[in-house]
């Protein structure tokens, strides 16, 4: 393959990824604007990721060497099935779980963080982290000062805007590589 054939590959495989960072981020717009039924879905996806976790699990404990580890496994397969069942089968509690699970965890990550930040040399990046943690604080309190109400835009909404951020991130970085790949591609000269 040639240096132009190889270039002009690159350039068809860049516009497709720009092409599909544009859906992905369209996709991340609609999370957005229905984020209860992105909730809910993401509630159902999580379920069955567990009930598969939970079908491996059960094919792990066989590898165990005794009785105990054998039990211990499987107990934790079980475990799995039982919290993947309950997501599938229930996806509005499951929700309303898993928002509050996500506020607990944004303000424990704000905790962290900050711990973090003072373990830090002041300027190794410690008001990055303060900064970092203040975000987590605010939106974690007001997840669980909203809870149950919360449920409805929480999960959804960031879900949603994590989405939105890969794909625009995809479609610039696609978008700028292929004008560097221009910018080095040799000119045809004229016989």
Do not use: C
Not at 132 to 141: Q, W, Y
């Amino acid at each position: 393959m040639t240096t132009h054939t190889l270039a002009d590959e690159a350039a068809r495989r860049l516009r497709w990824s720009t092409v599909l960072g544009v859906l992905t981020a369209a996709i991340g717009v609609v999370m957005i604007i229905y984020p209860f039924a992105t909730a809910a879905a993401s509630t159902i996806y999580l379920g069955a990721a567990l009930l598969i976790a939970a079908a491996v699990q059960v094919a792990y404990t066989f590898t165990s060497q005794s009785a105990g580890d054998f039990f211990l496994k499987l107990l934790l397969a079980i475990a799995y099935g039982i919290g993947g069942i309950a997501l599938v089968s229930f996806p509005l509690a499951g929700v309303l779980t898993l928002t509050a699970v996500l506020g607990a965890m944004l303000v424990a990550e704000a905790v962290l963080e900050t711990a973090l930040a003072f373990a830090l040399p002041a300027f190794m990046g410690r008001g990055w982290l303060l900064l970092s943690a203040l975000f987590s604080l605010v939106l974690g309190l007001l997840v669980l000062f909203q809870w149950p109400n919360s449920s409805l835009w929480a999960i959804g909404t960031l879900v949603g805007a994590a989405v939105l951020v890969n794909g625009t991130t995809r479609a610039a970085l696609s978008t700028t590589v292929r004008r560097d790949l221009r910018a080095v591609q040799p000119t045809p000269t004229a016989a």
